[in-house]
């Protein structure tokens, strides 16, 4: 990352821009792993795990890390625990306080410092060990690759940190439940396509995907069907699946109906009525009318 000083007669609106963009290029380092913010530093892979394990169950896995500099490079491993919030974004928790997701005390890794050559990449083994009292449910956590920076190098001040997202199931009684919060989308329409929102909310214990699925009637007869992507859902969360109807000619009175399934196949329905009136082409037939 490299830092840039804005010149003495800059104003200091572009001052305080500069280092709004700074700031956030510094808080992408640590909030958000990924392998194309890594690639000036650290790289890691796979940077997700989807795990499934019973009750005392042990689970042998690796991460390969790599340098993908010039240079050596010398990082040190690390986790740390997680949860989802609204907007499907990212909170880093400390491991002194009460979570129902927190997983990372079961995680065991090598975390002295290790020193990877130019172009270089080490496969790193790892182990969780679930307890055999844990709780039925998703647990949530991360390992994190730290740069290891030595005084006097040259380095710039920000500390390149990528990670890898431990996503865990512990079976036992799930619950895969959830609930259809609402439908959006507009009421009077002149043209497609047309954009709706089905908000989706997971009342369960767990994490898995879902996808909603719209069929659109026109009075009596099926008009047109499309869906939303499949979206991964974290217990406790709302996710808006967003869909488009690719119609273009729209005229008449049409039934939106949306329908999701839970994890445990549950499915929940909702319509809207969609009233289609392109007055724009009416207008145009009207003025060619008067004209003739």
């Known amino acids: 990352m490299l830092f840039l000083y804005p010149p003495l007669n800059r104003t200091r609106n572009n001052n305080l821009l500069s280092a709004f963009i700074l700031s956030l290029v510094f808080a992408s380092f640590l909030l958000y792993p990924s392998n194309s913010l890594a690639a000036t530093g650290i790289t890691i892979s796979p940077v997700k795990y989807k795990l499934e394990a019973d009750p005392g169950q ?17 990082v040190r491993a690390e986790f740390q625990d997680f949860k989802v919030t609204e907007g499907n974004n990212i909170q880093w928790l400390p491991s002194d306080i009460e979570n129902p997701y927190k997983m990372s005390e079961w995680i065991k890794i090598r975390q002295d410092v290790l020193t990877l050559k130019p172009k270089e990449e080490l496969s790193i083994p790892f182990k969780i060990t679930v307890p055999k009292n844990a709780t039925a449910g998703g647990k949530y956590a991360a390992i ?63 994490h898995y995907e879902t996808r909603a699925d719209f069929t659109v009637k026109n009075f009596f007869w099926k008009s047109g069907s499309f869906a939303s992507e499949t979206k991964f859902v974290y217990p406790n969360i709302k996710r808006d699946l967003k869909a488009t109807w690719n119609q273009k000619a729209l005229l008449g009175i049409y039934t939106v109906k949306a329908k999701v399934l839970d994890g445990d196949g549950n499915i929940y329905e909702k319509s809207k009525l969609v009233i289609g009136f392109p007055y724009l082409y009416l207008l145009i037939l009207v003025g060619i009318l008067a004209a003739l």
């Open 144 to 206: 994190f690759f730290t740069s290891v920076l030595d005084d006097g190098a040259g380095n710039v001040g920000a500390v390149p940190r990528v990670g890898a997202l431990v996503i865990l199931n512990v079976k036992g009684d799930l619950k895969r439940t959830g609930e259809l919060v609402n439908l959006t989308g507009p009421r009077f329409v002149n043209n497609g396509p047309i954009n709706f929102t089905l908000s989706y909310l997971n009342t369960g214990t767990t």
């Open 58 to 74: 042990v689970i042998q896995n690796a991460i390969t890390v790599a340098n993908p500099n010039d240079f050596i490079l010398k």
